[in-house]
């Protein structure tokens, strides 16, 4: 499995920015990608989740109304939509997939987001 992350970059407080995450040699039919990030000196965190079937999506509190999540699933193509973006949201932002029923976890090299005051 490959995942290769995109679209991160310098960015003022305000702005937007969209993330893809592309996944590729995988056979998996039911899936869940995620995006996680993680700021210098802190945890990894869940930033956001969408499932293969259904759509059905999971976001962290503190990015909730800003933050969307969406797939294309012919693309096996993940998005991270980030709107009003505050120097908190700065960090690397790395995409996850997890098959299942395995629950093997893929993850992309990650791509840095800086939001400047």
């Known amino acids: 499995v490959q995942l290769v992350e995109s679209g991160g970059g310098l960015v003022q407080s305000g702005g937007s920015l969209r993330l893809s995450c592309a996944a590729s040699?995988?056979?998996?039919?039911?899936?869940?990608m995620s995006w996680y990030r993680q700021a210098p000196g802190k945890e990894r965190e869940l930033v956001a989740a969408i499932a293969s079937a259904g759509g059905s999506t999971n976001y962290a509190d503190s990015v909730k109304g800003r933050f969307t999540i969406s797939r294309d699933n012919a693309k096996n193509t993940v998005y991270l939509q980030m709107n009003s973006l505050n120097p908190a949201a700065t960090a690397v932002y790395s995409c996850?997939?997890?098959?299942?029923?395995?629950?093997?976890?893929?993850w992309g090299q990650g791509t840095q987001v800086t939001v400047s005051s």
């Open positions: 996850q997939l997890v098959a299942v029923p395995t629950f093997h976890a893929y």
């Open positions: 040699r995988f056979t998996f039919s039911t899936y869940v």
